[in-house]
Every structure is written in structure tokens, then in C-alpha cells.
């Protein structure tokens, strides 16, 4: 109960921070000239949106950081709140925001205008951060491998694991990113997953990563503040490539990564659903499997709204974050 207390707490202290500086940071944005830039072969309901303050993510990214540091720097008066692990998905947060970041500003100030960082470069900028983080995660950190729900002890993959947990973090990190398309989308099921990710660490005891997860989840919520309809600013690839990379960071810690696929079911299936259209796309020289890629937009070529997009893939995001939480706790 005071592991649940003290995330909960955390939780509200990331929303209060992210919120009281998100005024200044939209006014920074603003005055930096650094405003979304729209697709021409988006849906025409999104010209409205071009010019919004994007890079938003550093309003979350940042108090998420300073809770982390400084709850570990009070280790050092004998205070014991977050634990040194919690430094490495901090740390992939950092890293994979850095690659989001210089990809934003080139895609709207750079060189790149309107294309962003080269895709060869940005992929394997991931790559080598996610095989770091999952070189951690085997020799140092030492967390378990896998579980298989319903199974109480780890199952061991040997050196297997570390390919496998370096796929789960650059897989998540461009799921979330692809899923970063409409107001308050990616946070709020972004918010969802990492608050499942969250409980699960607590009930299996692993109060560090529980209260990392929830600090996160507050500071989104000050995010979706100013992210939800119509949207005052975007997180961009500062955003979006971070927490995909950090959620499956968290995942890979509890060891039930395997879950992802139905707490992170929305992303997946964006994911899933760009794959497949640009597969068929290929095979049938020319034809469309959906209407446009990703999924969300696919439904608003069918006449939903953006609101009823995004709240009814939140609904589902939930409903399947709970079936998740309900297997890993079998």
C-alpha cells in the first residue's frame, strides 16, 4: 500500500510540473517559429493544424527527469524512493528524445525541410541505443527474461534475449510514433499502458519501476493538458520515439514484454496496419488495403471525427490494458 501511495503521489507531482510550465514552453515554441508541418497526402481536416508548437515532448520529458534525479540523488541522505535501475529507461528516455529532437528540428528548421532526419540514419541511431539498453538489461540490471502468462517462474532465453529486448524497444518506439497522429492520442494511450506497466511492477514488488511508470503517467497527463482537441502543441518525435522506446523498456524490466501486443494494442496495430498497407501496396502494384495508413486515419476517412477516434481507440486501449494486467497477474 505505501508503494501504490508513494506512485500515485509521484504521479500528481509529474502533472503539477508538466502543467505549470507548459504556458511558458508553448510560448518558447511559439517564438522559435517551430510549428508542425502537415503531409500533403494527410486528410484535409489536418491543414488547421499546421504551424501548432511541435517538439512538445520536452514538457513531459523533463519533469520526468527531474523527479528521477532528484528522488535518487536523495539516496545520498539515506532516503530510499527510486532506485539506481530506474536510471537506465531514464536514460533510453534521453537518448531516443535526442534522436526525436534533431529529426524534428530538421524536418521543420533544417536542411530537411518538411522531411526530417534521413530513415537509415534515425533507424540505426535506435538500433544501437536499444542493443546498449538491452546489453544492460541482461548483464547488469539481470532482470528477467520472459514470462509466460500463468507461469510463475522466468523463462530463460540466454543471449537470445538480448537481439529480442533490443527489437521490443525500436518496434515500440516507432509504434508510439506512428500512433502520434491526432490531439491527445499517443498520450492518453501511451498514459494507459505505462499506468498497466505500472501496476503490474507493483503487484510482482517492483516498486522502482512501478513508481517510474506512474511519474510518467502524471506528467502525460499534464501533456494531454494542452495536447488534447484542439491541441495547443504536438510531442513530436521528441516525444512519441521516447515513450514507445521507454515503454518497452519497462516491459522488457517486469519480463512480461510478451503482454505489449494487448497493452499497447493500438500502437501495434498502427504499426501493423503501415506494414501491411505498404506490403499490399507493393504486391498489388498500386492498390490499397486501407484507405489511408495508419489505422486512425483509415477511420477518419470514414467519417469519424477526430474526437470519436480518439476516444474510442482509448476505450479499446484500456479495455486490452486491463486484459493484460489480468494475465500477468494469473
Same mark, same amino acid.
Given at each position: 500500500?505505501?508503494?501504490?501511495?508513494? &506512485? $500515485?503521489? +509521484?504521479?500528481?507531482?509529474?502533472? %503539477?510540473?508538466?502543467?505549470? @510550465?507548459? =504556458?511558458?514552453?508553448?510560448? !518558447?515554441?511559439?517564438?522559435?517559429?517551430?510549428?508542425?508541418?502537415?503531409?500533403?497526402?494527410?486528410?484535409?481536416?489536418?491543414?488547421?493544424?499546421?504551424?501548432?508548437?511541435?517538439?512538445?515532448?520536452?514538457?513531459?520529458?523533463?519533469?520526468?527527469?527531474?523527479?528521477?534525479?532528484?528522488?535518487?540523488?536523495?539516496?545520498?541522505?539515506?532516503?530510499?524512493?527510486?532506485?539506481?535501475?530506474?536510471?537506465?529507461?531514464?536514460?533510453?528516455?534521453?537518448?531516443?528524445?535526442?534522436?526525436?529532437?534533431?529529426?524534428?528540428?530538421?524536418?521543420?528548421?533544417?536542411?530537411?525541410?518538411?522531411?526530417?532526419?534521413?530513415?537509415?540514419?534515425?533507424?540505426?541511431?535506435?538500433?544501437?541505443?536499444?542493443?546498449?539498453? &538491452? $546489453?544492460? +538489461?541482461?548483464?547488469?540490471?539481470? %532482470?528477467?527474461?520472459?514470462? @509466460?502468462? =500463468?507461469?510463475?517462474?522466468? !523463462?530463460?532465453?540466454?543471449?537470445?534475449?538480448?537481439?529480442?529486448?533490443?527489437?521490443?524497444?525500436?518496434?515500440?518506439?516507432?509504434?508510439?510514433?506512428?500512433?502520434?497522429?491526432?490531439?491527445?492520442?499517443?498520450?492518453?494511450?501511451?498514459?494507459?499502458?505505462?499506468?498497466?506497466?505500472?501496476?503490474?511492477?507493483?503487484?510482482?514488488?517492483?516498486?522502482?519501476?512501478?513508481?517510474?511508470?506512474?511519474?510518467?503517467?502524471?506528467?502525460?497527463?499534464?501533456?494531454?493538458?494542452?495536447?488534447?482537441?484542439?491541441?495547443?502543441?504536438?510531442?513530436?518525435?521528441?516525444?512519441?520515439?521516447?515513450?514507445?522506446?521507454?515503454?518497452?523498456?519497462?516491459?522488457?524490466?517486469?519480463?512480461?514484454?510478451?503482454?505489449?501486443? $494487448?497493452?499497447?494494442?493500438?500502437?501495434?496495430?498502427?504499426?501493423?496496419?503501415?506494414?501491411?498497407?505498404?506490403?499490399?501496396?507493393?504486391?498489388?502494384?498500386?492498390?490499397?488495403?486501407?484507405?489511408?495508413?495508419?489505422?486512425?486515419?483509415?477511420?477518419?476517412?470514414?467519417?469519424?471525427?477526430?474526437?470519436?477516434?480518439?476516444?474510442?481507440?482509448?476505450?479499446?486501449?484500456?479495455?486490452?490494458?486491463?486484459?493484460?494486467?489480468?494475465?500477468?497477474?494469473?
Amino acid at each position: 500500500m505505501k508503494d501504490t501511495s508513494l &506512485a $500515485l503521489a +509521484l504521479s500528481g507531482l509529474g502533472f %503539477v510540473l508538466s502543467v505549470i @510550465w507548459g =504556458g511558458p514552453l508553448i510560448r !518558447i515554441l511559439k517564438a522559435m517559429k517551430i510549428g508542425k508541418i502537415i503531409r500533403v497526402e494527410g486528410p484535409d481536416s489536418h491543414i488547421s493544424k499546421m504551424r501548432t508548437p511541435t517538439m512538445g515532448g520536452v514538457m513531459f520529458i523533463l519533469p520526468v527527469m527531474l523527479i528521477t534525479v532528484l528522488l535518487n540523488a536523495a539516496s545520498l541522505l539515506g532516503l530510499t524512493v527510486l532506485g539506481r535501475s530506474i536510471m537506465l529507461p531514464m536514460a533510453v528516455m534521453v537518448g531516443y528524445a535526442l534522436i526525436g529532437m534533431v529529426d524534428d528540428w530538421e524536418g521543420i528548421r533544417g536542411p530537411r525541410r518538411g522531411l526530417g532526419m534521413r530513415a537509415r540514419t534515425k533507424f540505426l541511431l535506435q538500433v544501437i541505443l536499444a542493443v546498449a539498453a &538491452a $546489453l544492460v +538489461l541482461y548483464y547488469i540490471l539481470q %532482470v528477467p527474461q520472459m514470462y @509466460w502468462p =500463468g507461469a510463475r517462474a522466468s !523463462i530463460s532465453l540466454g543471449t537470445w534475449y538480448i537481439p529480442l529486448a533490443a527489437l521490443v524497444i525500436v518496434a515500440m518506439s516507432n509504434a508510439v510514433n506512428l500512433t502520434d497522429g491526432l490531439d491527445g492520442l499517443a498520450g492518453l494511450i501511451s498514459a494507459t499502458a505505462f499506468a498497466a506497466y505500472g501496476g503490474i511492477a507493483l503487484l510482482q514488488g517492483d516498486a522502482y519501476v512501478g513508481r517510474f511508470c506512474f511519474t510518467i503517467v502524471g506528467a502525460l497527463f499534464g501533456f494531454l493538458w494542452f495536447n488534447v482537441h484542439p491541441a495547443m502543441l504536438y510531442m513530436g518525435d521528441t516525444g512519441a520515439l521516447a515513450l514507445g522506446a521507454v515503454l518497452g523498456v519497462v516491459a522488457l524490466m517486469t519480463g512480461h514484454w510478451l503482454l505489449l501486443p $494487448l497493452i499497447a494494442v493500438i500502437p501495434v496495430a498502427n504499426a501493423m496496419s503501415d506494414i501491411l498497407q505498404v506490403g499490399y501496396f507493393k504486391l498489388t502494384k498500386g492498390k490499397r488495403l486501407f484507405k489511408m495508413a495508419p489505422l486512425h486515419h483509415h477511420f477518419e476517412l470514414s467519417g469519424w471525427s477526430e474526437t470519436q477516434v480518439v476516444q474510442r481507440f482509448w476505450l479499446v486501449g484500456l479495455l486490452f490494458a486491463m486484459f493484460g494486467i489480468a494475465l500477468a497477474m494469473v
